[in-house]
Each structure stands twice: as C-alpha cells, then as structure tokens.
C-alpha cells in the first residue's frame, strides 16, 4: 500500500517570494509521482509528473520538484510566486503497475499568495 | 487543451435518494475512472473502467455504487440509496493508455450533498 503525506495544510506566501510544498511518500515498490494542482472551482490539472530519470522535474508555470528517494520526498517549489498561483495542490503516488491511473493523493495544500 | 465535462456541477439529494452523476470524458480516450474527495480530506480512488467493464475498485466502491458508459460519449456514476456521507465532491477523468504514467484528466467536479 501506498500513502502521501502533505504536511502543511495552508501555505501563506507574498507575491515574488520563493516557495516550497511539502511532499512525502510511502510505499514498497517503485513509484510515479505527480504534482496536481486546482484552481477555484475547476478541475485538477497536471502540473509536473516523475516517472524516472533526472530527479528535477520541471512543470508548468514555472514549478519544479526534486525526487529524493533516500527521504522519500517529492517537494514542490517555484521560484517566485505570482497571485496567480493561488490554488490547491496535490501530491500524489501510483505504482508502476498502475501506469499512472490509480493515485494516491496527500490530503492536498492551500497556497495563499498575497500582495 | 480537450476537456472532461461533469454535470452537474451542484446536487442536492435527500438520503436515501438514487442519484447519477454524469461526466463526458475526452473523446478519443479510452480509461475512465471516478474518484471523490469528501471536504477536508484526501481524494480518494474510487473505480477505473476500460472496455466496457470495471477494471479496479476500491473498498469504498460497495454495491451502492455502480458505473456505466451507457453511450459512447457518457460514463456514469450512480449511488443507488445515498447516505449522509456520500457527500463529497466527485471528480470523473479518463486518459488514452496506462503506459508510463499516462496523464490523468480531470473534470471540474460535481458537490454532492446528502441531506
């Protein structure tokens, strides 16, 4: 069994700082790694996605995340938030026998940008 | 980019009720899969779908629940005798294939809310 641990539920940040979310797993076997992210009031939508390889995956709007798989961590960072990026965010696991289909998701963190 | 369609985005039921939830994946894709995140927790699995039958379930997918693709464009989700704790948001999404981490889209979702 897989689990997905997002440990801030709320992340306050003003617009142009730096941010990170937080995000670590569990499981027995080898894993794919998704970050999800959803605006108000729309679907989830990929974001950035680890299958193998480089452990920097970079996504869209400007987001990366480091598989480490000594921790067990796939944390989610941009450089410089925008007002924008104000959204939930998910991580989320699947094994390699899922092929990416059956995901297991944190709990999900609010980012909050603020002027 | 195509989207998922789900309607209604709002539905109010009273407990015991049957209720369908109806989704429009993408067109050319052939995986379909419901999940629900029930306020403030995580989004949970709940069934996959290929070729006209189940392909996954998971535990909270009881005899209550039940999908079909009734059509060649709809998959739906019908809770046969709702309960108070059905209510959550339902969020259908479907993909091509299941190779490498496919991605996943998703619908913007339909609140459930059992009275």
């Known amino acids: 069994a897989q689990s997905v641990t997002q440990l801030d539920s709320q992340v306050p940040v003003f617009e142009e700082a730096p941010v990170e979310l937080r995000c670590n797993y569990s499981?027995?076997?080898?894993?794919?790694l998704f970050w999800y992210v959803q605006y108000p009031n729309q679907g989830l939508q990929l974001l950035l996605k680890?299958?193998?390889?480089?452990?920097l995956v970079k996504g869209i709007n400007g987001f990366e995340a480091e598989f480490n798989k000594s921790q067990t961590s796939f944390h989610l960072r941009k450089p410089s938030v925008h007002i924008s990026d104000t959204a939930e965010y998910f991580c989320?696991?699947?094994?390699?026998?899922?092929?990416?289909?059956?995901?297991?998701f944190g709990t999900g963190t609010q980012l909050k940008v603020e002027l | 980019e195509p989207e998922v369609t789900q309607t209604p985005s709002h539905q109010v039921t009273q407990m015991g009720q049957e209720v369908i939830l109806r989704c429009v994946p993408i067109?050319?894709?052939?995986?379909f899969y419901w999940y629900r995140q029930i306020l403030g927790q995580k989004v949970e699995f709940l069934v996959s779908?290929?070729?006209?039958?189940?392909?996954?379930k998971s535990e909270i997918f009881d005899d209550q629940f039940s999908v079909e693709r009734p059509d060649g464009s709809n998959f739906t989700l019908k809770i046969r005798s709702t309960k108070l704790e059905d209510s959550a948001m339902y969020f259908c999404?479907?993909?091509?294939?299941?190779?490498?981490?496919?991605?996943?889209?998703f619908g913007s979702g339909t609140q459930l809310s059992v009275l």
């Open positions: 067109s050319n894709h052939l995986y």
């Open positions: 499981s027995s076997v080898s894993v794919y």
């Open positions: 999404a479907s993909n091509l294939d299941t190779t490498f981490g496919e991605k996943l889209f």
């Open positions: 779908f290929y070729n006209n039958e189940i392909s996954e």
């Open positions: 989320a696991v699947s094994d390699l026998g899922g092929g990416g289909n059956k995901l297991t």
């Open positions: 680890y299958l193998s390889g480089s452990t």
